[in-house]
């Protein structure tokens, strides 16, 4: 709901990502609890439920693909692949998966500071944003937050 409200008002990019960046995370940590046990430790998570999706069992495979209005799995997994570096750089915006480069919440280089994330110009940002996959991931994004129950 923040990151919507913040999508709407036009919020600076930086915002915007922080809010993505976490909803990702949360994501991929639901998606690991339906197993009942607890998720890694760690921000990373988008990328491996991305991963997930592509490779659930047969029986499962047709309601995904619908789920996520794809005609087939074949075409879901197609499009997993061609999305992944894109998904992993949006994971990588976690101030402790980023190391010491970009990310929406603290300038860097930590030691001696040269950006503040409210006037970068994130890459990843622009490949969300200003072009089809990017686009398309982030309403893959809002279906999956939507869609949970359904496939979770």
């Known amino acids: 709901a923040a990151l919507l409200l913040l999508r709407r008002h036009g919020a600076a990019p930086c915002h ?3 809010y993505l960046q976490m909803v990702t995370e949360k994501l991929g940590k ?3 609890w339906r197993s009942g046990a607890s998720p890694p430790g760690s921000h990373a998570g988008f990328v491996q439920f991305m991963r997930f999706l592509g ?9 995904i693909a619908d789920v996520f209005a794809f005609g087939r ?3 879901l997994q197609n499009w997993i692949r061609a999305v992944l570096p894109l998904a992993y ?9 980023a190391q010491d480069g970009p990310n929406p919440e603290y300038p860097w280089p930590r ?5 503040a994330p ?8 622009t490949r969300l944003t200003d072009t089809g996959r990017g686009r398309q991931l982030m309403q893959i994004i809002g ?4 869609k949970f129950p359904v496939y979770g």
């Open 16 to 18: 915007q990502l922080h």
């Open 55 to 63: 490779s659930v069992r047969a029986s499962e495979r047709e309601q």
């Open 118 to 125: 409210a006037t970068f110009e994130f890459d990843v940002w």
């Open 143 to 146: 279906v999956a937050v939507d």
């Open 89 to 97: 750089a949006l994971e990588r915006l976690a101030p402790a998966l």
């Open 111 to 115: 030691t001696a500071p040269e950006f």
């Open 73 to 75: 799995f074949e075409d």
């Open 30 to 32: 639901a998606y690991f």
